[in-house]
């Protein structure tokens, strides 16, 4: 019997890892494909622990709660892929600060972190690299037409 009580031990300290880990990236992370991820590692890690349960106990119980579980995940995923794609077309970016025309009519808007306004005139800033060697010769009808691509 003592053996069967590590090993509940064990298997519950795995879920309740996987539990955490899931739910610090979900709080911490912005884009929304890595928040479902981590969303489902709960969900991964709450199965572990019911079918550790069940199997301590020697009950299907655990088990079939697991089956229920994963159906319901399977249906997440589906939904969220389709709102995901969704919204990726409408906005351009996977950040979920961006989907603010999300929130209800008299909800101010989310800021995360005000960032100052840099004046660099508009145009990006590129970095430079340092000249090496003597610039070739480019031919115009090359650089139009490229044959060898």
Request: one cysteine or more; aromatic letters at 8%.
């Amino acid at each position: 019997m003592p053996s069967d009580v590590a090993l509940l031990h064990n298997y519950l300290i795995v879920g309740a890892v996987l539990f955490g880990l899931g739910l610090i990236g979900f709080l911490t992370r912005r884009n929304v494909i890595v928040m479902f991820l981590c969303a489902e590692m709960m969900l991964q890690g709450v199965s572990l622990s019911l079918v550790a349960w069940g199997r301590f106990h020697n009950d299907w119980g655990g088990q079939m709660l697991v089956v229920f579980i994963l159906t319901v995940a399977a249906c997440e995923a589906g939904l969220a892929l389709a709102l995901i794609t969704m919204m990726f077309r409408r906005s351009g970016t996977l950040d979920s600060t961006f989907w603010q025309s999300l929130r209800e009519e008299n909800q101010p808007p989310f800021v995360d972190q005000e960032i100052p306004a840099e004046d660099d005139g508009g145009q990006p800033q590129w970095p430079k690299l340092t000249p090496a060697g003597i610039e070739p010769e480019l031919d115009p009808e090359e650089e139009l037409h490229r044959s060898h691509v």
